[in-house]
């Protein structure tokens, strides 16, 4: 039997998600975290299969989708998250994830998915990105330029994390930070820091 990781930092959402994969078959069936804590079972085990969040504790899921395709193996992965696919999917493409499903849709869009992946296609949604207006449409193109590590700060700066807990957190510098920052208010076109916030809010960043 196929090997799965689930890694989300709610235990609720894991019990459901391990529900469905039960149901798929899967076994043995891990569960992690953390970002520090996935890395860690899948070097271990090498599992085939990776249901991955974006938002959580230590990291991100794009960092570790990233690192799970630098490694070079045979992991498919998955991405469940709350994070709205209109400006997460393509990213998520581009890092190698094989399916997106929002946690909006219905346990049977998961099943469906893991059903899609496990028989060697893919699974994203389709977007209607035409039924954007101009705003939302030119503020997606700035979103889409930031590099992953831009996103990802301009996300905990948008949560209310200081310089120094996003510094240790991601392992940088806190001048580095800094320096993002600054970049990011200059990429975005906000006047101050504090608009971040409203620009990550509106465009369903958090």
């Given at each position: 039997?196929?090997?799965?990781?689930?890694?989300?930092?709610h235990?609720?959402?894991?019990?459901?998600?391990?529900?469905?994969l039960?149901?798929?078959?899967?076994?043995?069936?891990h569960?992690?975290?953390?970002?520090?804590?996935?890395?860690s079972?899948?070097?271990?085990?090498?599992?085939d299969?990776?249901?991955?969040?974006l938002v959580?504790?230590?990291?991100?899921?794009?960092?570790?989708?990233?690192?799970v395709?630098?490694?070079?193996?045979?992991?498919?992965?998955?991405?469940?998250?709350?994070l709205?696919?209109?400006?997460?999917?393509?990213?998520?493409?581009?890092?190698?994830?094989?399916?997106?499903?929002?946690?909006?849709?219905?346990?049977?869009?998961?099943?469906k998915?893991v059903?899609?992946?496990?028989?060697?296609?893919?699974?994203?949604?389709h977007?209607?990105c035409?039924?954007m207006?101009?705003?939302?449409?030119?503020?997606?193109?700035?979103?889409?330029?930031?590099?992953?590590?831009?996103?990802?700060?301009?996300?905990?700066?948008?949560?209310?994390?200081?310089n120094?807990?996003?510094?240790?957190?991601?392992?940088?510098?806190?001048?580095t930070v800094?320096?993002?920052?600054?970049?990011?208010?200059?990429?975005?076109?906000?006047?101050?820091?504090?608009?971040?916030?409203?620009?990550?809010?509106?465009n369903?960043?958090?």
């Amino acid at each position: 039997m196929k090997s799965v990781l689930i890694v989300d930092d709610h235990p609720v959402i894991r019990a459901a998600v391990k529900l469905v994969l039960e149901q798929e078959g899967f076994k043995p069936i891990h569960e992690a975290s953390s970002v520090g804590e996935a890395l860690s079972i899948q070097r271990d085990h090498a599992v085939d299969l990776m249901i991955l969040d974006l938002v959580m504790p230590g990291g991100n899921g794009l960092d570790l989708l990233e690192r799970v395709r630098a490694d070079g193996g045979s992991c498919a992965v998955l991405v469940f998250t709350s994070l709205d696919p209109l400006f997460f999917q393509e990213r998520c493409m581009r890092a190698g994830a094989l399916g997106y499903v929002s946690k909006t849709n219905s346990l049977s869009q998961l099943h469906k998915a893991v059903n899609a992946l496990t028989a060697g296609y893919t699974y994203f949604a389709h977007l209607a990105c035409g039924s954007m207006d101009t705003l939302q449409h030119t503020e997606k193109q700035m979103i889409d330029n930031l590099s992953n590590r831009e996103l990802t700060i301009l996300q905990y700066l948008a949560r209310g994390l200081a310089n120094k807990a996003i510094a240790e957190v991601m392992h940088l510098s806190h001048k580095t930070v800094s320096t993002y920052k600054t970049r990011l208010i200059e990429k975005l076109g906000v006047n101050a820091a504090v608009h971040l916030r409203d620009f990550a809010i509106r465009n369903h960043l958090i």
